[in-house]
C-alpha cells in the first residue's frame, strides 16, 4: 500500500540508481563488471562517462548474428531448448570454449541485456514486480536493460522477478522489444504445460470441466472400448451430481466442428492482430498510462499539503494503484492467452487437416483457441481465447 512515504520515492530511486550502477560499472582500473566477463554477443569497450573511465557493450558481431539466431529459433512455437542445443553442437558452435547447454540456454533467453527495451517491456516487468530503476522515458527501443538481483527479493532473478532491480544500460540490445517478449513468456509458460504432458486418452484433456462444478473431466474407457467423460469431484466423494453419460467422441465431434465454424466466421489467421494491436491492449494501455500521470501528478502535489489534502491524497494514490493492478494483472491475462500470426497460421492449418494430423498437434490447436470447456447434460460450454 502507498503512504506518506511516497514523496521520498525520487531519493530512493537515486540511491538505487547508485547502487545498480556500483554493480555494474567500476570506478577502477578493473572497468565494466558482470560475472567477470560480458554476455555472449558483446565485447567490452572503453568509454569516458560522466569524467570517468569505465568499459560498456559493444556489439561483436559473429556473436550478435548467433544471438539473434537463437532467439529466432526459440521464438519457433515447436523449437525446443534441445532443437538448439542440438543444432549448435552439429555445426561446432562453442560458448565460451564450451558446447551449449540448456541452463545456458535459459539463461540467455532470459537475459534482458539482449532485448531493444521499449514501454512493452517496461510494462513487462512492472507487472512482474520488478523494481524499475530508470524513468519510462529512457525505455527508447534502443537500449538494452540490466537486470540486478534486489537485496531483499525471496528469489532468485531467474526464476522470478518480483523484487529485483532492472535500469537501462548504456549499450544498444540486439533484439527486438516483441521477439524478446514472445520468448520471455513462452519460457514462463514451459512451466504450466509439463503436467498436461501424459494426456493419452483426449486431446481436449486439461481443458474440459464439468460445468455443475468446475472440476476436470476424466476420459474413462468402458469394455465396449468407448470412453465417456465423468467428473474428478464425483469419483472422488460423489459431491458432484455430474454431467451425465457423456461420450468423449462426441464431445471431441462437436468441438472439431465449433473450431472449423469459429475459423469461418472471419477469426482467420488474416485478421488475428499483434498483441499490441489489440484494441484491448491498446486501451489498457492508454488507461495505465493516464494512471501513472495522475498518481505522479498527485505525489508533487504532496509537497506542502495539508493534514486533510495529504490522508485525501494518500487514499486516492492508494485507489489509483489498486486499479493499476488490475489492469497490469488483465493485461498479463492478455498476453498469456494470444497467438502469434504464425501460430495461428499452423492452427489455421491443423484445422484444415484434422484427420491426418497427430494427438499433440490436435493438443496445440486446442491450446491456442479455447481456453475452457464446460460440459453439461446435453450441452457444451466454450470459452473462446479470441
Request: positive net charge; hydrophobic residues 35%; contains cysteine.
Amino acid at each position: 500500500m502507498l503512504n506518506i512515504c511516497i514523496v521520498f520515492a525520487q531519493l530512493e530511486r537515486e540511491t538505487i540508481q547508485k547502487r545498480v550502477s556500483d554493480a555494474y560499472y567500476s570506478r577502477s582500473q578493473k572497468g565494466f563488471r558482470m560475472g567477470g566477463k560480458p554476455p555472449y554477443g558483446y565485447r567490452l569497450e572503453e568509454i569516458l562517462m560522466e569524467g570517468i573511465h569505465t568499459k560498456k557493450l559493444v556489439e561483436e558481431p559473429g556473436e550478435a548474428a548467433i544471438v539473434r539466431e537463437i532467439f529466432d529459433m526459440y521464438e519457433q512455437p515447436d523449437t525446443s531448448y534441445g532443437d538448439i542445443t542440438r543444432y549448435y553442437a552439429e555445426k561446432g558452435v562453442q560458448f565460451y570454449g564450451k558446447e551449449l547447454i540448456r541452463s545456458m540456454l535459459a539463461q540467455l533467453l532470459r537475459n534482458p541485456v539482449y532485448v531493444r527495451a521499449d514501454m512493452d517491456v517496461y510494462r513487462f516487468f512492472r507487472s512482474h514486480g520488478t523494481n524499475i530503476v530508470s524513468s519510462p522515458e529512457q525505455f527508447d527501443g534502443i537500449h538494452g536493460c540490466y537486470l540486478y538481483q534486489g537485496r531483499d527479493a525471496q528469489t532468485d532473478k531467474l526464476q522470478n522477478l518480483k523484487g529485483h532491480m532492472l535500469v537501462v544500460a548504456p549499450h544498444e540490445g540486439l533484439v527486438s522489444s516483441e521477439q524478446w517478449l514472445n520468448c520471455r513468456i513462452k519460457l514462463m509458460r514451459n512451466k504450466t504445460i509439463q503436467a498436461n504432458r501424459k494426456a493419452v486418452n483426449t486431446w481436449l484433456a486439461g481443458k474440459v470441466k464439468c460445468g455443475n462444478c468446475g472440476y476436470a473431466l476424466m476420459s474413462i474407457k468402458i469394455q465396449s472400448g468407448k470412453q465417456y467423460l465423468r467428473c474428478t469431484k464425483r469419483l472422488n466423494n460423489k459431491a458432484c451430481p455430474g454431467c451425465g453419460k457423456v461420450y468423449t467422441e462426441d464431445v471431441e465431434n462437436y468441438v472439431y466442428k465449433e473450431m472449423v465454424r469459429k475459423l469461418r466466421e472471419g477469426q482467420s489467421p488474416a485478421t488475428y492482430t499483434k498483441l499490441k494491436e489489440n484494441p484491448q491492449v491498446k486501451q489498457i494501455y492508454r488507461e495505465i498510462e493516464e494512471m501513472e500521470k495522475e498518481i505522479s501528478l498527485l505525489v508533487d502535489s504532496l509537497a506542502g499539503a495539508g493534514e486533510t489534502l495529504t490522508d485525501y491524497i494518500n487514499q486516492r494514490v492508494e485507489e489509483i494503484d489498486q486499479m493499476h493492478q488490475l489492469k497490469l494483472e488483465k493485461l498479463s491475462v492478455l498476453a498469456e492467452n494470444h497467438a502469434t500470426p504464425e501460430q495461428m497460421e499452423k492452427v489455421a492449418s491443423n484445422v484444415s487437416l484434422w484427420g491426418e494430423i497427430d494427438f499433440e498437434e490436435k493438443r496445440f490447436t486446442v491450446d491456442k483457441m479455447i481456453r475452457s470447456l464446460k460440459v453439461f447434460p446435453g450441452s457444451v460450454q466454450i470459452q473462446w481465447k479470441f
